[in-house]
């Protein structure tokens, strides 16, 4: 990048301002490193400027995710200048909300990544000061404890400080509203629109930071019985009655994240005796030096957990991601005796099995009430459709969203919803939100009913697969430096759509930026073929990435055609992943 004099100065004098206005002297001393490597050599006077560039090129972008970004002085990365900002733009919408009807309330979580606990107590002293009635979690937690405050408390808002499983390098600002700002199915949920704008609007980077009161007191520090109250709220949901005896042996990994004492707690008082934490990753660590990317859908993020669970012949797998909203699931397949996670599809259409069954045998409350009437299953519209299936042979309603639980948990009268990105709410009267914790916990009672009946998940799959047709999914992502090289190739899909699939013509090709009566506009493309199959495209809303999602549907007519069918349905999808790699020009 090469900037002409005038616009060098110009960034000199915005970095200058904003190191001498930083509340955080580490981040203030790297700002002005970078300022004094401009008058290196030729290389490092270039490599700085385009450093200094790209952080002073607008600001963060407040949305329905809330912030997320590296860490790093500069109005576009995670610090504590922009958290005050933030934090008093939240401040500003609650006290608006509220006007002269009532004190408005927020309560504050963090995880254990870098900056996490400064940055919450940066917004409690800024809420504080501007009046909110404020709660601090007493730790280190998981996002569904804060999640669970947020309703157990009856606040009017939460921020939850985590980049959930992004890199180490990254932090992160999540945003629920409760209380008396939303009524209705969303209350407790994270922001969507229009709340996102009109927390935005009120984000002020024109004003003197020094501006912006911020208080040394005034919060109420939360008892560690929030934690003990979740805890007895998620175990309430186990069925001891039916399946007294856990007898499971579970192998257990929070990926260097916040979720192991809490799942491990969990997974106690219900009965699993027999869980083994993988030992290096057991504790909270910043640097998550075990994993390249700390999501347990990378390739690799469970290669420990495996590891642990041959070495001591476990029956099943629960990992956590960083802020444990999150669960991935593996287990050994007797059909060839390997451990595979099972994906986000599969565990999302086995716990809607699992509690189809508990609900129709009166074993679970719907709605505070031991019936089926006014069941309702939900997941994402990139997510499998077995799962619409499960619910309509069950007789429950059944609604697609948008991605993302800011839009699954404000499904009416919601019982159980998924996302692929193993996202589970099964409680949403406790966490209106996915939660690890919670869904662990049925995966592992599911395991070891089971296990009891001789059975395992994938004898469940293989009974799905006949009851509504082999559902196979697959992804694509595309990660990119360059965020404009998204638009570019969402561009190139819209002159210019595949005309077939996997050998199937498209027969519908769907904008879903032109929105629709069952779904508001997002920027993604969803392609039906004649066949079935399926293909969705859309910028990840969270990542650098593009995504796109395949699933094809294969009839079944015996268990003696599942081997042939599976077969078939990975060749289907392998051509149209090449297709899809086609009409992206890769």
């Known amino acids: 990048m090469t900037l002409n004099p005038t ?17 955080d002297s580490g981040t203030a001393a790297e700002l002005r490193g970078l300022l004094a490597e401009l008058s290196a050599d030729a290389s490092a006077a270039a490599a700085a400027a385009e450093e200094l560039a790209d952080r002073f090129a607008g600001t963060l972008e407040f949305g329905t995710a809330g912030l997320r970004a590296a860490l790093g002085a500069g109005p576009r990365r995670m610090n504590r200048a922009v958290v005050r900002r933030t934090a008093a733009g939240i401040a500003s919408f609650l006290q608006d909300t509220a006007g002269d009807k009532y004190t408005p309330s927020a309560v504050i979580g963090y995880d254990a990544r870098h900056k996490s606990r400064a940055f919450a107590l940066e917004t409690a002293a ?47 600002y999540k945003v629920y509203l409760g209380g008396r700002t939303v009524k209705g199915p969303g209350k ?17 980077y024109s004003v003197p930071l020094k501006s912006i009161e911020i208080a040394p007191e005034g919060w109420t520090d939360v008892s560690e019985s929030i934690v003990a109250d979740y805890i007895n709220a998620v175990d309430r949901l186990a069925s001891r009655e039916r399946f007294p005896e856990r007898d499971l042996k579970i192998v257990l990994t929070s990926l260097h994240g916040v979720g192991g004492e809490t799942m491990k707690s969990v997974l106690k008082d219900a009965g699993f005796r027999k869980v083994i934490p993988v030992a290096a990753q057991a504790q909270p660590d910043p640097d998550f030096p075990t994993v390249a990317f700390p999501n ?33 699931v593996a287990a050994l397949n007797p059909a060839d005796g390997e451990w595979r996670m099972l994906r986000g599809d599969e565990v999302g259409a086995l716990l809607g099995r699992h509690l189809t069954r508990r609900i129709t045998s009166g074993h679970w409350k719907v ?25 309509e042979a069950a007789g429950f309603a059944h609604v697609e969203t948008l991605t993302g639980f800011k839009w699954i948990s404000r499904v009416p009268h919601l019982t159980y919803g998924y996302e692929e990105a193993l996202g589970y709410c099964v409680a949403p009267g406790l966490v209106r939100d996915k939660d690890g914790i919670s869904a662990g ?51 190139r899909l819209r002159a210019q759509a595949p005309v077939s699939l996997g050998g199937s013509p498209v027969e519908s090709a769907v904008d879903l930026a ?7 506009p997002t920027d993604g493309l969803k392609y039906l073929t004649a ?26 007519e015996s268990a003696a055609d599942l081997p042939a069918a599976r077969e078939q349905g990975r060749a289907r999808l392998d051509a149209v992943l090449a297709d899809v790699n086609a009409a992206l020009g890769l």
């Open 7 to 23: 616009e060098l100065n110009e960034l000199v004098t915005a970095a200058k301002s904003w190191a001498d206005e930083d509340p």
């Open 531 to 556: 066949d079935g199959t399926r293909v969705i495209i859309r910028p990840s809303g969270t990542e650098p990435k593009l995504k796109c999602y395949l699933e094809v549907i294969v009839p079944v």
């Open 441 to 491: 916990l049925l995966v592992a009672e599911m395991a070891a009913a089971l296990k009891m009946q001789g059975r395992t998940f994938f004898d469940e799959l293989d009974d799905l697969a006949l009851e509504h047709g082999l559902h196979l999914t697959d992804q694509l992502s595309i990660r990119v430096s360059d965020l404009g090289l998204l638009g570019e190739m969402m561009a």
């Open 514 to 520: 032109e929105g629709s009566a069952e779904l508001p």
């Open 367 to 391: 709605r505070g009430e031991k019936t089926r009437k006014g069941v309702v299953f939900a997941n994402s519209i990139v997510s499998s459709r077995l799962l619409a299936r499960v619910a």
């Open 296 to 328: 347990p859908e990378e390739p690799g993020a469970l290669d420990l957990a495996l590891e642990t669970a041959v070495e001591h012949n476990a029956d099943l797998v629960i990992a956590n991601d960083p802020d444990a909203d999150r669960v991935a």
């Open 188 to 204: 407790g949920a994270q922001i969507v629109s229009p709340y996102d704008a009109e927390i935005a609007a009120r984000i002020d």
């Open 126 to 172: 800024v809420f504080a000061a501007a009046g909110i009635e404020t709660f601090l979690l007493p730790c280190t937690l998981p996002t569904p404890v804060l999640a669970y405050a947020v309703r157990a408390l009856d606040t009017d808002a939460g921020v939850m400080v985590t980049a959930s499983h992004n890199p180490a390098a990254d932090n992160g």
